[in-house]
T-cell receptor, first 114, second 113 residues
């Protein structure tokens, strides 16, 4: 079945460091790929998405490129801030029944220190 | 205005009780979902509804019953609560197409004692 694997956390970085959170997927068909972010005590918010191969999603300085050849959608940011501390979830849309319920990775907790 | 709202935010109850969680979205979306997030932050789909009809029902015990009185509401009723039901439950909504963004509610933290 479809699945998402993302790097285990927690990840601790200093402010202005470079961030990479790896995400790979297994899917039949051509799913859309997403990164969601969950700030402490809040629900999930969409960070960025890509709907087809080679698409790059970007938002708030974060980027991820849909790589079909490596089945990956790694999240990157050039310079993290303390306010980026959160749990990041990689997800793909499950195509069953033509409904887009999401299949999530296990989440990666990011802590950014001043 | 809150796009997807859930009530209550916190719910503490005893084993064996029956409880409900309510969800409302004011985005005009056709599809609503319930997800469960366990203590390790793992998120998993439970149900998906489109225009008040059940589309996806993952392997969830029969004690969980979703009810959609209209397109804007999807409530979750849980019978005979068990310790393992303790989790954060998230409601979400989206338009019909699978590439669309899902908008999540703030979550309901259920604790079963």
């Amino acid at each position: 079945g479809n699945s998402v694997t993302q790097m285990e956390g927690p990840v601790t970085l200093s402010e202005e460091a470079f961030l990479t959170i790896n995400c790979t997927y297994t899917a039949t068909g051509y799913p859309s790929l997403f990164w969601y972010v969950q700030y402490p005590g809040e629900g999930l918010q969409l960070l960025l998405k890509a709907t087809k191969a080679d698409d790059k999603g970007s938002n708030k300085g974060f980027e991820a490129t849909y790589r079909k050849e490596t089945t990956s959608f790694h999240l990157e940011k050039g310079s993290v801030q303390v306010s980026d501390s959160a749990v990041y979830f990689c997800a793909l849309s499950d195509q069953r029944g033509s409904q887009g319920n999401l299949i999530f990775g296990k989440g990666t907790k990011l802590s950014v220190k001043p | 205005d809150t796009a997807v709202s859930q009530t209550p935010k916190y719910l503490v109850t005893q084993m064996g009780n029956d409880k409900s969680i309510k969800c409302e979205q004011n985005l005009g979306h056709d599809t609503m979902y319930w997800y469960k997030q366990d203590s390790k932050k793992f998120l998993k789909i439970m149900f998906s509804y489109n225009n008040k009809e059940l589309i996806i029902n993952e392997t969830v015990p029969n004690r969980f019953s979703p009810k959609s009185p209209d397109k804007a509401h999807l409530n979750l009723h849980i019978n005979s609560l068990e310790l393992g039901d303790s989790a954060v439950y998230f409601c979400a909504s989206s338009q019909l197409i699978s590439t669309d963004t899902q908008y999540f509610g703030p979550g309901t933290r259920l604790t079963v004692l």
